[in-house]
């Protein structure tokens, strides 16, 4: 059946600022207190998803969360109406309490793994929200996510939603970041990836000795259960500990995938020689299998993590051809904007790239692969799906006036002392569920 993937990239929430809350990331552990414009990082985003749906992709659109999260605050011990618990958190903690207020739920490639219906024993599409519990501030997302994501997805007869994995480092889970999948067509059956950072139960298998590994080996195993792939559609790698020890968190700072062909750099996976034998025999496909690996040589791991190459989208065109969509940082870096050229110019389907400026999600550690969450569909599964968060001209124009009315254009430390930004921040998004026809999804509304 003709199937489409769709791109739901997650709009950028009203309390976007720089707390370094992410060990591991390199980007954002270097511009921690800096101040962020949430205005200018929203509309970067909607940007890049008109610029998708002028090229004739399907896009979509995924609501932020409600910040701060006055309820895990309350459950600190910080007590009195909101004002006075914001009051308290600011002077007992204010670290704390810019965790609360993090937008990082704008990341929508950790906001869950999705299997579409041509892998699944039952023929549906299957959503598992992803616990995030390496982070603090991204473990206060995945009920939330649960919500949207049935409210976006809300037909039994296609979707099936599963509750996030246990709370527990041993089943760390953070989504999609470290799942891509390979296929002929987005409606035949593929090959999932799954990579992991390590085992929770496997001493013998290696681990990072610097930075965490953030997707266990439990975790995807776990998923691949839950989503009832076949077992012909699933295939498990393990991350190379050396370059998660490097700032590559996650797969997708490293690796992308789209189609038939996987885009990785050389020191993407342990053990890479059997790794990629692995995938090549795992390939069923009548196409041609793609793998393009990155040397060193031309695209360092330094460059790579700051540029983030690899985070860029791969997406195909109705006209066949497979397009880049990459940072600015990709062509201000001139190794890497080398090594572009020479790929769009090589025997390979990918054969253009597009630019665009994220500056305000890249210095956060988020580049445009992280801004979304891919879910192919086919036809009567799209037709199930909440209209309202399919993006159109009048939509996109709805939601730029939207953030221009509700969103400030600077936010410091001082100002989450301010209780206003709260009351802006509910408000916006009480109007903007109503706009994407969400329901009462945020705990504030329930």
């Given at each position: 059946?003709?199937?489409?993937e769709v791109?739901?990239?997650?709009?950028v929430?009203?309390?976007?600022n720089?707390a370094?809350?992410s060990?591991?990331n390199?980007a954002?552990?270097?511009?921690?207190?800096?101040?962020?414009?949430p205005?200018?990082a929203?509309?970067?985003?909607?940007?890049?998803?008109?610029?998708?749906?002028d090229?004739?992709?399907t896009?979509g659109?995924?609501?932020?969360?409600?910040?701060p999260?006055?309820?895990?605050?309350?459950?600190?011990?910080?007590?009195?109406?909101?004002?006075e618990?914001?009051?308290?958190?600011?002077?007992?903690?204010?670290?704390?309490?810019?965790?609360?207020?993090?937008?990082s739920?704008?990341?929508?490639?950790?906001?869950?793994t999705?299997?579409?219906?041509?892998d699944?024993?039952?023929g549906?599409?299957?959503?598992?929200?992803?616990?995030?519990?390496?982070?603090?501030?991204?473990?206060?997302e995945?009920?939330?996510?649960?919500r949207?994501?049935?409210a976006?997805?809300?037909?039994?007869?296609y979707?099936?939603?599963?509750?996030h994995?246990?709370?527990q480092g041993?089943?760390?889970?953070e989504?999609?970041?470290?799942?891509?999948?390979l296929?002929?067509?987005?409606?035949?059956?593929?090959?999932?990836l799954?990579?992991?950072?390590a085992?929770s139960?496997?001493?013998?298998l290696?681990?990072?000795?610097?930075f965490?590994?953030r997707?266990?080996l439990?975790?995807?195993?776990?998923?691949?259960?839950?989503?009832?792939?076949k077992?012909s559609?699933?295939?498990?790698?393990q991350?190379?500990p050396?370059v998660?020890?490097?700032?590559v968190?996650?797969?997708d700072?490293?690796?992308?995938?789209?189609?038939n062909?996987?885009?990785?750099?050389?020191q993407?996976?342990?053990?890479?020689?059997?790794?990629?034998?692995?995938?090549r025999?795992?390939?069923?496909?009548?196409?041609?299998?793609?793998i393009?690996?990155v040397?060193?040589?031309?695209?360092?791991?330094?460059?790579a993590?700051?540029?983030?190459?690899?985070?860029?989208?791969?997406?195909?065109?109705?006209?066949?051809?497979?397009?880049?969509v990459?940072?600015?940082?990709c062509h201000?870096?001139?190794?890497?904007n080398?090594?572009i050229?020479?790929?769009?110019?090589?025997?390979?389907?990918?054969?253009?790239?597009q630019?665009?400026?994220?500056?305000?999600?890249?210095?956060?550690g988020?580049g445009p692969?992280?801004?979304?969450?891919?879910?192919?569909?086919?036809?009567?599964?799209?037709?199930a799906?909440?209209?309202?968060?399919?993006?159109?001209?009048?939509?996109?124009?709805?939601?730029?006036s939207?953030?221009?009315?509700?969103?400030?254009?600077?936010?410091?430390?001082?100002?989450?002392a301010?209780?206003?930004?709260?009351?802006?921040?509910?408000?916006?998004l009480d109007?903007?569920t109503?706009?994407?026809?969400?329901?009462?999804?945020?705990?504030?509304?329930?």
């Amino acid at each position: 059946m003709t199937a489409v993937e769709v791109n739901f990239d997650g709009l950028v929430g009203p309390t976007h600022n720089y707390a370094g809350l992410s060990y591991g990331n390199v980007a954002s552990l270097s511009n921690a207190a800096s101040y962020s414009n949430p205005k200018e990082a929203v509309l970067q985003g909607l940007a890049k998803m008109k610029a998708m749906h002028d090229l004739g992709l399907t896009q979509g659109v995924f609501a932020p969360h409600a910040r701060p999260d006055i309820n895990v605050l309350r459950r600190l011990g910080f007590t009195g109406k909101d004002n006075e618990v914001i009051s308290k958190a600011f002077k007992a903690d204010p670290v704390l309490l810019r965790a609360c207020y993090s937008a990082s739920a704008m990341w929508t490639a950790n906001a869950a793994t999705v299997s579409p219906s041509a892998d699944t024993l039952d023929g549906k599409v299957h959503f598992t929200a992803a616990n995030l519990n390496n982070k603090f501030h991204r473990s206060l997302e995945p009920t939330t996510t649960t919500r949207l994501l049935k409210a976006m997805f809300n037909n039994d007869s296609y979707f099936s939603h599963h509750e996030h994995l246990p709370e527990q480092g041993f089943f760390g889970d953070e989504g999609a970041a470290n799942h891509t999948r390979l296929t002929d067509a987005h409606g035949k059956q593929g090959l999932e990836l799954f990579v992991f950072g390590a085992s929770s139960f496997n001493s013998a298998l290696p681990k990072p000795s610097k930075f965490p590994a953030r997707q266990t080996l439990e975790a995807s195993q776990a998923i691949c259960q839950l989503h009832q792939l076949k077992p012909s559609s699933q295939l498990l790698l393990q991350q190379n500990p050396a370059v998660i020890d490097q700032g590559v968190f996650h797969n997708d700072v490293i690796a992308v995938g789209n189609a038939n062909v996987l885009l990785c750099h050389e020191q993407a996976f342990l053990n890479q020689i059997d790794a990629l034998k692995q995938v090549r025999n795992a390939y069923q496909g009548d196409e041609t299998l793609h793998i393009i690996e990155v040397p060193s040589a031309k695209v360092s791991i330094k460059d790579a993590v700051t540029s983030y190459l690899f985070n860029s989208q791969l997406v195909s065109l109705s006209n066949g051809k497979m397009l880049l969509v990459a940072p600015q940082e990709c062509h201000n870096n001139s190794a890497v904007n080398a090594y572009i050229n020479e790929l769009i110019s090589a025997d390979n389907p990918i054969n253009q790239v597009q630019f665009f400026d994220l500056k305000q999600s890249m210095q956060n550690g988020g580049g445009p692969a992280c801004l979304r969450l891919r879910v192919a569909l086919n036809q009567q599964e799209l037709a199930a799906v909440n209209p309202a968060v399919i993006l159109n001209d009048s939509k996109y124009q709805q939601l730029c006036s939207w953030a221009n009315k509700h969103y400030r254009d600077k936010l410091s430390n001082d100002d989450f002392a301010d209780a206003n930004l709260l009351t802006e921040s509910w408000q916006a998004l009480d109007e903007l569920t109503q706009i994407l026809d969400l329901g009462s999804v945020y705990p504030f509304q329930r």
